[in-house]
């Protein structure tokens, strides 16, 4: 007779905020838990709210709180694929690339390939995540999803030192659609990031700025990198009076002119006066130099026409001036189209251009907007910021798809 010892306790599970519920899950996700004991279910639905609660701040505390569920519902698929996103956004990319997997192959639905073939970069596998974005699955997808896995494609390109494929990769009909998508800002973005990396930074520009203009939640970094390309610095007032230990202090006021200093008023000085001071090397008094600023003004303001008429004079002596064509900034994916084929000529091996490559090389793999790793296939990169060359995870609520549907629903 077999004698069972005391039964081994698992981790300790995260404390969950009384007012979560559970009850705050989509009712297709509910349904995969009635497998579940009533109270074994409410503890994982709570668990997955924490979830999914809190992948955007603290995906390490996200991914705990995966864990504790799939320990209590290892067989449910909608938990497995809530450790594998939580373990993506921590930068856990093969217990990602598991966890999906098994998910995939419990519910029949692929709606989460983008993250799957982004895992595979992150383990410096490029290779393996083209071969995802050509497989039979890939055709199922919806249309956010085959936009994230065409981001993915291009990084992977961009990895594999193909800068020309990584741009063509991103030429879809979806980037210059008119109607503005949740997948837009990001698309742009990855588009801009790969035009940089090709050497076209005027187009990059161009579309570093689309970026921004759509992306009004702040979800990249797309104003920031439009303003360092251009040489702009950009100061967070409210940060600079945090570092102070409060508000900024207020400017003292001027001092008050002297009626002394009122009778000699300077009329408009020479560059002499202007750039030194007096002679005498006493400082300068402020309501002098208010006065002589405005007198400065009033000058150049008279000056200014003159100027102008001078720019148009030798606008207007410059030959050809109107013939010329237009610049690279006006640039855009269609020049790209037609340059397609310069790209593919010459091509004899499948890695070399846009299709699928062969599996077994190793390469680096990105992050974000480009930096690289060890050339390792097996070693896991550090967690890194947030991804904005990689896809926006679809949420594992999603995983609700039935096995030979159309592969998920759309965000």
Same mark, same amino acid.
């Given at each position: 007779?077999?004698?069972?010892?005391?039964?081994?306790?698992?981790?300790?599970?995260?404390?969950?905020?009384?007012?979560?519920?559970?009850?705050?899950?989509?009712?297709?996700?509910?349904?995969?838990?009635?497998?579940?004991?009533?109270?074994?279910?409410?503890?994982?639905?709570?668990?997955?709210?924490?979830?999914?609660?809190?992948?955007?701040?603290?995906?390490?505390?996200?991914?705990?709180?995966?864990?504790?569920?799939?320990?209590?519902?290892?067989?449910?698929?909608?938990?497995?694929?809530?450790?594998?996103?939580?373990?993506?956004?921590?930068?856990?990319?093969?217990?990602?690339?598991?966890?999906?997997?098994?998910?995939?192959?419990?519910?029949?639905?692929?709606?989460?390939?983008?993250?799957?073939?982004?895992?595979?970069?992150?383990?410096?596998?490029?290779?393996?995540?083209?071969?995802?974005?050509?497989?039979?699955?890939?055709?199922?997808?919806?249309?956010?999803?085959?936009?994230?896995?065409?981001?993915?494609?291009?990084?992977?390109?961009?990895?594999?030192?193909?800068?020309?494929?990584?741009?063509?990769?991103?030429?879809?009909?979806?980037?210059?659609?008119?109607?503005?998508?949740?997948?837009?800002?990001?698309?742009?973005?990855?588009?801009?990031?790969?035009?940089?990396?090709?050497?076209?930074?005027?187009?990059?520009?161009?579309?570093?700025?689309?970026?921004?203009?759509?992306?009004?939640?702040?979800?990249?970094?797309?104003?920031?990198?439009?303003?360092?390309?251009?040489?702009?610095?950009?100061?967070?007032?409210?940060? =600079? +009076?945090?570092?102070? #230990? &409060?508000?900024?202090?207020? *400017?003292?006021? $001027?001092? !008050?002119?002297?009626? /002394?200093? %009122?009778?000699?008023?300077?009329?408009?000085?020479?560059?002499?006066?202007?750039?030194?001071?007096?002679?005498?090397?006493?400082?300068?008094?402020?309501?002098?130099?208010?006065?002589?600023?405005? =007198? +400065?003004?009033?000058? #150049? &303001?008279?000056?200014?026409? *003159?100027?102008? $008429?001078? !720019?148009?004079?030798? /606008?207007? %002596?410059?030959?050809?001036?109107?013939?010329?064509?237009?610049?690279?900034?006006?640039?855009?994916?269609?020049?790209?189209?037609?340059?397609?084929?310069?790209?593919?000529?010459?091509?004899?091996?499948?890695?070399?251009?846009? #299709?699928?490559?062969?599996?077994?090389?190793?390469?680096?793999? !990105?992050?974000?907007?480009?930096?690289?790793?060890?050339?390792?296939?097996?070693?896991?990169?550090?967690?890194?910021?947030?991804?904005?060359?990689?896809?926006?995870?679809?949420?594992?609520?999603?995983?609700?798809?039935?096995?030979?549907?159309?592969?998920?629903?759309?965000?």
């Amino acid at each position: 007779m077999r004698v069972l010892g005391p039964r081994r306790e698992g981790p300790a599970e995260p404390q969950i905020p009384a007012d979560v519920t559970g009850a705050e899950l989509e009712r297709p996700v509910r349904a995969q838990l009635r497998t579940l004991s009533k109270a074994n279910a409410e503890v994982v639905s709570r668990h997955l709210v924490m979830t999914a609660r809190l992948l955007p701040e603290d995906p390490q505390l996200a991914y705990t709180h995966a864990m504790a569920a799939q320990r209590r519902a290892g067989r449910v698929a909608v938990v497995r694929e809530a450790v594998g996103v939580a373990a993506y956004h921590a930068g856990l990319w093969s217990e990602a690339l598991s966890e999906l997997r098994a998910a995939r192959r419990m519910s029949g639905s692929s709606h989460q390939l983008p993250l799957m073939a982004d895992a595979e970069r992150g383990l410096g596998r490029p290779e393996r995540a083209l071969e995802l974005a050509t497989s039979p699955e890939a055709a199922s997808l919806a249309e956010a999803e085959r936009v994230e896995l065409a981001i993915v494609v291009s990084g992977a390109r961009r990895d594999l030192g193909q800068p020309d494929a990584a741009v063509l990769a991103l030429q879809i009909p979806e980037l210059t659609a008119t109607a503005t998508h949740a997948y837009t800002p990001r698309l742009r973005y990855a588009y801009a990031a790969a035009l940089l990396d090709a050497r076209r930074r005027d187009e990059a520009l161009v579309w570093f700025a689309r970026a921004a203009d759509s992306d009004q939640d702040g979800e990249t970094d797309a104003e920031e990198r439009l303003a360092e390309l251009q040489g702009i610095v950009i100061t967070d007032l409210d940060e =600079d +009076a945090d570092d102070n #230990g &409060g508000d900024a202090p207020a *400017a003292e006021p $001027a001092p !008050a002119a002297s009626e /002394s200093d %009122a009778d000699n008023a300077p009329g408009p000085v020479g560059a002499a006066e202007s750039d030194h001071g007096d002679v005498d090397g006493s400082e300068a008094d402020p309501g002098d130099v208010r006065a002589a600023g405005a =007198d +400065a003004a009033e000058a #150049g &303001g008279a000056q200014a026409p *003159a100027a102008m $008429a001078g !720019a148009q004079e030798l /606008s207007a %002596a410059q030959p050809g001036a109107e013939d010329a064509g237009p610049s690279a900034v006006d640039a855009g994916p269609e020049g790209d189209m037609a340059e397609a084929g310069a790209i593919h000529a010459g091509d004899s091996e499948p890695g070399d251009g846009v #299709g699928p490559v062969e599996a077994g090389s190793r390469s680096v793999a !990105a992050a974000d907007a480009g930096p690289s790793v060890a050339d390792t296939a097996d070693e896991a990169r550090p967690a890194p910021e947030p991804r904005q060359d990689g896809p926006q995870p679809v949420t594992f609520s999603d995983a609700t798809t039935p096995a030979g549907a159309d592969g998920g629903t759309e965000r």
